[in-house]
Protein backbone atom coordinates (compact mmCIF):
# COMPACT_ATOMS: atom_id res chain seq x y z
CA UNK A 1 0.00 0.00 0.00
CA UNK A 2 1.19 3.54 -1.01
CA UNK A 3 0.78 6.30 0.98
CA UNK A 4 1.28 10.00 -0.89
CA UNK A 5 2.58 12.75 0.82
CA UNK A 6 2.43 16.42 -0.18
CA UNK A 7 3.68 17.42 -3.47
CA UNK A 8 7.28 18.77 -3.44
CA UNK A 9 7.83 17.15 0.00
CA UNK A 10 10.16 14.16 0.61
CA UNK A 11 11.08 11.81 3.26
CA UNK A 12 14.35 12.11 4.96
CA UNK A 13 15.99 8.22 5.85
CA UNK A 14 18.25 8.19 8.34
CA UNK A 15 21.43 7.83 6.83
CA UNK A 16 20.66 10.80 4.74
CA UNK A 17 20.20 12.48 8.14
CA UNK A 18 22.94 11.75 9.63
CA UNK A 19 25.11 12.95 6.71
CA UNK A 20 22.38 16.07 6.86
CA UNK A 21 23.35 16.63 10.48
CA UNK A 22 27.22 16.88 9.83
CA UNK A 23 26.78 19.18 6.94
CA UNK A 24 24.39 21.45 9.44
CA UNK A 25 26.79 21.28 12.17
CA UNK A 26 29.77 22.70 10.28
CA UNK A 27 27.59 25.40 9.16
CA UNK A 28 26.52 26.37 12.37
CA UNK A 29 30.62 26.07 13.76
CA UNK A 30 31.45 28.68 10.72
CA UNK A 31 28.60 30.96 12.03
CA UNK A 32 29.63 31.01 15.14
CA UNK A 33 32.67 31.62 14.54
CA UNK A 34 31.75 34.60 13.12
CA UNK A 35 29.45 36.09 15.78
CA UNK A 36 26.24 35.13 14.21
CA UNK A 37 23.71 34.23 17.04
CA UNK A 38 21.50 31.12 16.19
CA UNK A 39 17.43 32.44 15.76
CA UNK A 40 14.23 30.39 15.86
CA UNK A 41 11.26 31.67 14.64
CA UNK A 42 7.81 30.23 14.45
CA UNK A 43 7.05 28.32 10.84
CA UNK A 44 3.71 30.11 10.74
CA UNK A 45 3.54 33.69 10.14
CA UNK A 46 0.33 36.08 9.66
CA UNK A 47 0.41 36.40 5.86
CA UNK A 48 -0.18 40.44 6.28
CA UNK A 49 3.59 40.27 7.80
CA UNK A 50 4.91 38.94 4.67
CA UNK A 51 2.80 40.67 2.57
CA UNK A 52 5.07 43.91 3.41
CA UNK A 53 7.75 42.11 1.61
CA UNK A 54 7.96 41.71 -1.93
CA UNK A 55 7.77 37.98 -2.47
CA UNK A 56 5.90 37.10 -5.55
CA UNK A 57 8.17 34.12 -6.74
CA UNK A 58 8.40 33.08 -3.71
CA UNK A 59 4.99 33.05 -2.47
CA UNK A 60 3.73 30.80 0.98
CA UNK A 61 2.55 27.44 -0.36
CA UNK A 62 0.11 27.04 2.37
CA UNK A 63 -2.46 29.11 4.09
CA UNK A 64 -4.43 28.08 7.53
CA UNK A 65 -6.63 30.40 9.54
CA UNK A 66 -6.25 31.06 13.45
CA UNK A 67 -8.96 31.57 15.93
CA UNK A 68 -10.02 34.90 14.62
CA UNK A 69 -9.70 34.06 11.15
CA UNK A 70 -7.05 35.84 10.66
CA UNK A 71 -4.63 34.24 7.65
CA UNK A 72 -1.29 32.04 8.85
CA UNK A 73 1.00 31.06 6.03
CA UNK A 74 4.03 28.72 6.10
CA UNK A 75 7.24 30.98 6.03
CA UNK A 76 8.94 31.34 2.43
CA UNK A 77 11.95 32.46 3.68
CA UNK A 78 13.86 33.53 6.85
CA UNK A 79 14.98 36.91 6.07
CA UNK A 80 11.26 38.50 6.49
CA UNK A 81 10.63 36.59 9.72
CA UNK A 82 13.95 38.03 10.96
CA UNK A 83 13.52 41.64 9.71
CA UNK A 84 10.21 41.02 12.05
CA UNK A 85 12.59 39.92 14.98
CA UNK A 86 14.86 43.42 14.47
CA UNK A 87 11.43 45.62 14.51
CA UNK A 88 9.83 43.84 17.33
CA UNK A 89 12.67 42.53 19.52
CA UNK A 90 16.15 44.65 19.28
CA UNK A 91 13.83 48.16 18.33
CA UNK A 92 16.90 50.25 20.27
CA UNK A 93 19.86 47.48 19.94
CA UNK A 94 23.03 49.48 18.16
CA UNK A 95 24.06 48.04 15.35
CA UNK A 96 25.18 45.76 13.35
CA UNK A 97 23.17 42.51 14.54
CA UNK A 98 24.04 39.03 13.40
CA UNK A 99 21.51 36.18 13.48
CA UNK A 100 22.18 32.47 11.81
CA UNK A 101 19.33 29.98 10.95
CA UNK A 102 18.89 26.19 10.14
CA UNK A 103 15.44 26.12 9.14
CA UNK A 104 12.70 24.31 6.48
CA UNK A 105 10.75 27.16 4.06
CA UNK A 106 7.76 26.42 2.22
CA UNK A 107 7.47 27.81 -1.37
CA UNK A 108 4.44 27.74 -3.72
CA UNK A 109 6.49 26.70 -6.76
CA UNK A 110 5.59 24.42 -9.17
CA UNK A 111 7.54 21.33 -7.82
CA UNK A 112 9.95 20.12 -10.48
CA UNK A 113 13.82 18.73 -10.58
CA UNK A 114 15.37 20.91 -8.08
CA UNK A 115 12.61 22.95 -7.02
CA UNK A 116 10.43 21.32 -3.70
CA UNK A 117 8.05 23.54 -2.02
CA UNK A 118 9.90 22.45 1.38
CA UNK A 119 13.45 23.08 1.74
CA UNK A 120 15.94 23.35 4.58
CA UNK A 121 18.31 26.34 4.52
CA UNK A 122 20.78 27.33 6.65
CA UNK A 123 22.23 31.18 6.24
CA UNK A 124 23.21 34.77 8.28
CA UNK A 125 21.41 38.07 8.05
CA UNK A 126 23.41 40.91 9.03
CA UNK A 127 21.27 43.72 10.14
CA UNK A 128 22.79 47.32 10.27
CA UNK A 129 25.99 46.95 7.71
CA UNK A 130 26.22 49.05 4.99
CA UNK A 131 28.13 48.18 1.80
CA UNK A 132 30.58 47.36 1.02
CA UNK A 133 31.99 46.62 3.90
CA UNK A 134 29.06 44.18 4.92
CA UNK A 135 28.32 42.76 1.52
CA UNK A 136 32.33 41.64 1.97
CA UNK A 137 31.14 40.00 5.64
CA UNK A 138 28.80 37.84 4.13
CA UNK A 139 30.71 36.96 1.19
CA UNK A 140 33.51 35.81 3.41
CA UNK A 141 31.30 33.59 5.83
CA UNK A 142 29.57 32.61 3.16
CA UNK A 143 32.76 30.91 1.36
CA UNK A 144 34.17 29.62 5.07
CA UNK A 145 30.89 27.86 5.35
CA UNK A 146 31.35 26.08 2.25
CA UNK A 147 35.14 25.57 2.77
CA UNK A 148 33.59 24.03 6.17
CA UNK A 149 32.07 21.57 4.79
CA UNK A 150 34.38 20.42 1.90
CA UNK A 151 32.86 21.93 -1.10
CA UNK A 152 35.80 22.25 -3.62
CA UNK A 153 34.56 23.28 -7.02
CA UNK A 154 32.28 26.12 -5.81
CA UNK A 155 31.96 29.66 -7.31
CA UNK A 156 30.11 32.37 -6.40
CA UNK A 157 28.53 35.08 -9.06
CA UNK A 158 28.49 38.51 -7.93
CA UNK A 159 26.06 40.80 -9.73
CA UNK A 160 23.95 43.99 -8.41
CA UNK A 161 20.34 43.86 -8.64
CA UNK A 162 20.29 47.86 -9.09
CA UNK A 163 22.30 48.35 -12.36
CA UNK A 164 19.78 46.76 -14.98
CA UNK A 165 17.10 48.94 -13.61
CA UNK A 166 19.30 52.04 -13.70
CA UNK A 167 19.92 51.50 -17.25
CA UNK A 168 16.61 50.46 -17.95
CA UNK A 169 15.33 54.44 -16.45
CA UNK A 170 18.29 55.96 -18.00
CA UNK A 171 17.36 54.52 -21.80
CA UNK A 172 13.65 55.64 -21.10
CA UNK A 173 12.27 52.19 -21.30
CA UNK A 174 8.45 52.68 -20.84
CA UNK A 175 6.80 51.74 -17.38
CA UNK A 176 4.86 48.79 -18.18
CA UNK A 177 7.47 47.23 -20.10
CA UNK A 178 9.96 47.22 -16.98
CA UNK A 179 8.60 44.36 -14.79
CA UNK A 180 8.46 41.58 -17.71
CA UNK A 181 11.82 42.72 -19.00
CA UNK A 182 12.94 42.42 -15.34
CA UNK A 183 11.63 39.18 -14.48
CA UNK A 184 12.65 37.73 -18.44
CA UNK A 185 16.21 38.50 -17.37
CA UNK A 186 16.41 36.74 -13.77
CA UNK A 187 15.26 33.50 -15.58
CA UNK A 188 18.48 34.42 -18.39
CA UNK A 189 16.39 33.84 -21.35
CA UNK A 190 18.21 36.39 -23.49
CA UNK A 191 16.11 35.05 -26.56
CA UNK A 192 12.98 36.28 -25.17
CA UNK A 193 14.52 39.23 -23.48
CA UNK A 194 15.83 40.41 -27.32
CA UNK A 195 12.21 39.91 -28.29
CA UNK A 196 10.81 42.04 -25.82
CA UNK A 197 13.27 44.66 -26.45
CA UNK A 198 12.47 44.92 -29.80
CA UNK A 199 8.95 44.79 -28.99
CA UNK A 200 9.24 47.92 -26.75
CA UNK A 201 9.96 50.06 -30.18
CA UNK A 202 13.51 51.45 -28.17
CA UNK A 203 16.31 52.39 -30.63
CA UNK A 204 18.56 49.87 -31.81
CA UNK A 205 21.48 51.27 -29.73
CA UNK A 206 19.79 51.37 -26.72
CA UNK A 207 18.54 47.86 -27.51
CA UNK A 208 21.80 46.78 -28.17
CA UNK A 209 23.32 47.76 -24.90
CA UNK A 210 20.50 46.13 -22.49
CA UNK A 211 21.08 43.16 -23.95
CA UNK A 212 24.85 43.21 -24.24
CA UNK A 213 25.48 44.53 -20.86
CA UNK A 214 23.94 41.58 -18.96
CA UNK A 215 25.44 38.92 -20.72
CA UNK A 216 28.95 40.15 -19.65
CA UNK A 217 30.69 38.00 -17.30
CA UNK A 218 33.93 36.79 -15.86
CA UNK A 219 36.86 38.84 -14.15
CA UNK A 220 37.17 42.41 -13.05
CA UNK A 221 37.97 43.41 -16.50
CA UNK A 222 34.31 43.13 -17.22
CA UNK A 223 33.33 45.91 -15.24
CA UNK A 224 36.04 48.84 -17.13
CA UNK A 225 33.99 50.69 -19.53
CA UNK A 226 30.50 50.34 -17.92
CA UNK A 227 27.85 53.00 -19.90
CA UNK A 228 27.35 55.87 -16.88
CA UNK A 229 24.09 54.51 -15.20
CA UNK A 230 25.35 51.38 -14.48
CA UNK A 231 29.06 52.76 -13.63
CA UNK A 232 27.61 53.20 -9.78
CA UNK A 233 26.82 49.34 -9.42
CA UNK A 234 29.67 48.40 -11.32
CA UNK A 235 31.86 50.74 -8.92
CA UNK A 236 30.06 49.20 -5.92
CA UNK A 237 31.06 45.50 -6.72
CA UNK A 238 34.57 46.55 -7.34
CA UNK A 239 35.05 48.07 -3.87
CA UNK A 240 33.29 44.78 -2.77
CA UNK A 241 36.06 42.68 -4.76
CA UNK A 242 38.95 44.91 -2.72
CA UNK A 243 37.43 44.22 0.45
CA UNK A 244 37.68 40.09 0.02
CA UNK A 245 40.68 38.26 0.99
CA UNK A 246 42.20 36.60 -1.92
CA UNK A 247 41.27 33.07 -1.14
CA UNK A 248 37.69 34.31 -1.17
CA UNK A 249 38.23 37.04 -4.03
CA UNK A 250 39.47 33.94 -6.09
CA UNK A 251 35.94 32.28 -6.31
CA UNK A 252 34.08 35.61 -7.45
CA UNK A 253 33.51 35.96 -10.92
CA UNK A 254 31.21 39.03 -11.76
CA UNK A 255 27.69 38.14 -13.54
CA UNK A 256 26.23 41.88 -14.84
CA UNK A 257 23.08 40.26 -15.66
CA UNK A 258 22.83 38.95 -12.14
CA UNK A 259 19.12 38.86 -10.71
CA UNK A 260 17.57 37.34 -7.81
CA UNK A 261 13.85 36.14 -8.39
CA UNK A 262 13.13 37.83 -4.81
CA UNK A 263 11.98 41.09 -5.18
CA UNK A 264 13.58 43.09 -2.06
CA UNK A 265 16.98 43.22 -2.91
CA UNK A 266 18.79 46.29 -3.36
CA UNK A 267 22.17 46.44 -4.52
CA UNK A 268 24.59 43.47 -4.59
CA UNK A 269 23.37 40.18 -5.61
CA UNK A 270 25.52 36.37 -5.08
CA UNK A 271 24.68 33.17 -6.06
CA UNK A 272 26.85 29.59 -5.82
CA UNK A 273 27.26 27.41 -8.43
CA UNK A 274 29.44 23.90 -7.80
CA UNK A 275 30.14 21.94 -11.17
CA UNK A 276 28.72 19.12 -9.29
CA UNK A 277 24.86 20.50 -9.74
CA UNK A 278 23.19 22.12 -12.79
CA UNK A 279 21.89 24.48 -10.10
CA UNK A 280 22.35 27.29 -7.77
CA UNK A 281 22.98 25.99 -4.08
CA UNK A 282 21.86 29.19 -2.70
CA UNK A 283 22.58 32.51 -2.64
CA UNK A 284 21.83 36.63 -0.93
CA UNK A 285 22.85 39.74 -1.37
CA UNK A 286 21.62 43.59 -0.48
CA UNK A 287 18.11 44.67 1.05
CA UNK A 288 18.26 47.65 2.45
CA UNK A 289 14.65 49.33 2.09
CA UNK A 290 13.23 45.90 3.60
CA UNK A 291 13.45 46.84 7.40
CA UNK A 292 11.79 49.72 7.13
CA UNK A 293 8.87 48.47 6.17
CA UNK A 294 8.99 46.27 9.46
CA UNK A 295 9.49 49.78 11.66
CA UNK A 296 13.40 50.02 11.74
CA UNK A 297 15.01 51.16 9.15
CA UNK A 298 18.68 49.50 8.56
CA UNK A 299 21.04 48.41 5.98
CA UNK A 300 20.90 44.47 5.83
CA UNK A 301 22.30 41.69 3.69
CA UNK A 302 22.46 38.10 4.16
CA UNK A 303 22.33 34.96 2.39
CA UNK A 304 21.26 31.16 2.45
CA UNK A 305 21.88 28.01 1.32
CA UNK A 306 19.90 25.03 -0.15
CA UNK A 307 21.13 22.27 2.66
CA UNK A 308 19.64 19.62 0.01
CA UNK A 309 21.64 20.77 -3.08
CA UNK A 310 24.94 21.38 -1.21
CA UNK A 311 24.46 17.63 -0.01
CA UNK A 312 24.34 16.40 -3.53
CA UNK A 313 27.15 18.72 -4.47
CA UNK A 314 29.48 17.35 -2.11
CA UNK A 315 28.16 13.37 -3.09
CA UNK A 316 28.69 14.50 -6.96
CA UNK A 317 32.39 16.05 -5.89
CA UNK A 318 33.35 13.17 -3.67
CA UNK A 319 32.08 10.91 -7.05
CA UNK A 320 34.07 12.89 -9.41
CA UNK A 321 30.92 13.57 -11.73
CA UNK A 322 30.04 16.88 -12.93
CA UNK A 323 26.06 18.12 -13.22
CA UNK A 324 24.74 15.68 -10.86
CA UNK A 325 20.77 15.38 -11.33
CA UNK A 326 19.35 18.22 -9.50
CA UNK A 327 16.63 15.62 -7.72
CA UNK A 328 17.47 15.46 -4.12
CA UNK A 329 15.63 12.03 -5.04
CA UNK A 330 17.47 11.13 -7.07
CA UNK A 331 20.61 11.32 -4.87
CA UNK A 332 18.78 9.15 -2.08
CA UNK A 333 18.18 6.86 -4.82
CA UNK A 334 21.86 6.49 -5.06
CA UNK A 335 22.94 5.95 -1.88
CA UNK A 336 24.10 9.54 -0.43
CA UNK A 337 27.38 10.74 0.32
CA UNK A 338 27.94 7.43 2.03
Same mark, same amino acid.
Given at each position: ???? #????? @? ?10 ? $? ?6 ? $? ?10 ? &? ?69 ? @? ?9 ? #?? +???? &? ?12 ? !? ?12 ? =? ?5 ? *?? +? ?5 ? &? ?13 ? !? ?13 ? !? ?5 ? +? ?7 ? &? ?34 ? +? *? ?22 ? =? ?6 ? !? ?49
Amino acid at each position: MIHR #IPSGT @RDVLPDETREVH $VITEALRG $VFEKHGYGEVST &PALEYETVLARADMAEARPAYRVFDEAGAVLVLRSDMTVPIARVVATRYPTVEPPLRFCYVAHCYRGVRPQ @RGQPRELLQAG #IE +LIGA &PAPQGTAEALTVMC !DALDAVGLKGYRVG =LGDASLF *GA +LMASLRV &PEQSRPELLATLARR !DFVELEQLLAAAGLP !DEASQLL +LSVPQRRGG &PEVLDGMPGPAAEAASGMRQVHELLAPEVAERVIFD +L *GLLRSIGYYTGAVFEVYDPALGAP =LGGGGRYD !DLLGRYGRSLPAVGFALGIDRLHIALAGEERGTGALADDPQQSVARGGTG
